[in-house]
């Protein structure tokens, strides 16, 4: 999972990208990049590390230009550790391009060998995002040979690219002298949204949050398999480029990672939310008598909605019991489990009066591999808790998602080939309480507006809790070799748990 953003502007757009960024930290911590494009020349700085640690004066200094793109990253694939693997990544022919994406190629490997033995292009890292450049690099090349580049040549690669790639993802990338074009994966399973400014400013970014925040209205989401090309005037040129679009975003945008201000095709993420919580009552309530539960407990931050919604149709007090230290630096000795246990501590602590005495339903988001649920559990029976009580507003994680998702594999999911009460025993609480995929579904669908001219869902990538992969390509030798280029990590980075991405509302 990552943020990218790209801007055509009439003024300097350095400031512009850096805010649009911190909009976006929340979808990732790992990288940060920024590119601009003055006249034919483009300027770029990229490092690990978080937006305002990357981006220093002398920095932002160096980024001049009215156009350019921005990403923060979150590895799914590749080398975590490689500088080089940070975005935006450039080439130089044709014309010179650069590019930011949001996604996971799920053909990665078959692409990099045809890139070399038929397209002649060679890739210099483990990223699929450097595939995907040098894809649409040779279709461009391809379009525009014995003519120009113009909008209707753009169109053509992309048309290309959609053929020949497979998987999640959301583009924005540059052309020299030319314009930025932007376009979304044929599934829309990866976000991408579009708005302007009051002075003609035009920007495409991951979340509507980014447009709003930085001043411009949200026009529309650009649409499964559609590109947009933003000429160096600011003109606007759109075209439906894949044969058989459907929209089926991912259900975890909605769960879990997205902003809650945001509005992703059309549909509130925080009403989205309100929803879960509604459905979870009723799975509540035939599981644990109401008359039992004393206060309701969110786990911060994104399920704080959902909480709110259950504790209000339940009847029962709605509390905050964990506070969550937002300045936690990274944790970069971490030799084994016992300490990644403490490092979930240093960034909860608990308000010991919520629990002590009381019968507490915790609330989460989702659980994944279930090690902080049950530290978290352990936390509220050691602050004095008679009974805690686990409700996951999302359904079991189940299955690895291939999309641009971080899930671990089958083997590290606490869900995997287990039943509610075996991962009840596992996590340590004294009931489990999971939403089930088809509540799940009509709830962020009911959150849908039924306005015309509103995008029309076909359905949702929910591939973690369900197992069904909507590209139609992936089984479970696509899901080792994939594994396999998962981002390596070593015992000794910070812990890469939900709790280490802060999610915030800020």
Known sequence: MCGIVGVVSNAPVNQLLYDALLLLQHRGQDAAGIVTLLERKFFMHKAKGMVRDVFRTRNMRALPGDVGLGQVRYPTAGNAYSEEEAQPFYVNAPYGIVLVHNGNLTNAHALRSELFSTDHRHTNTESDSEVLLNVLAHEIERSTRGGMLNSTTVFEAVRAVHRRLRGSYAVVALIAGHGLVAFRD?????????????????????ESVALEGSGHVFERNIAPGEAVFVDLQGQVHAEQCADAPTLNPCMFEFVYLARPDSVMDGISVYQARLNLGETLAKRVVSTVPPSEID???????????????????????????????????RTFIMPGQGVRKKSVRQKLNVIA???KGRNVLLVDDSIVRGTTSKEIVQMARDAGAKKVYLASAAPPVRYPNVYGIDMPTKGELVAHDRTVEEIRELIGCDALIYQDVEGMKRAVMKASPSTPGAPKLDGFDSSCFDGIYVTGDIDTEAISRMNGSRPRV?????????????NLAE
């Open 353 to 355: 009066s919520e629990f």
């Open 490 to 502: 070593e015992e000794t980075e910070e812990d890469s748990s939900r709790l280490a991405l802060p």
């Open 186 to 206: 044929p599934y829309g399973i990866r976000p991408l949204a579009m708005g302007r400014g009051a002075d003609g400013t035009v920007m495409v970014a991951s």
């Open 295 to 329: 206060v309701i407990i969110p786990i911060p931050e994104s399920s704080r909605p959902s909480a709110t919604q259950l504790a209000h149709l339940l009847g029962i007090p709605y509390r905050e019991g964990f506070v969550k230290n937002r300045y936690v630096g």
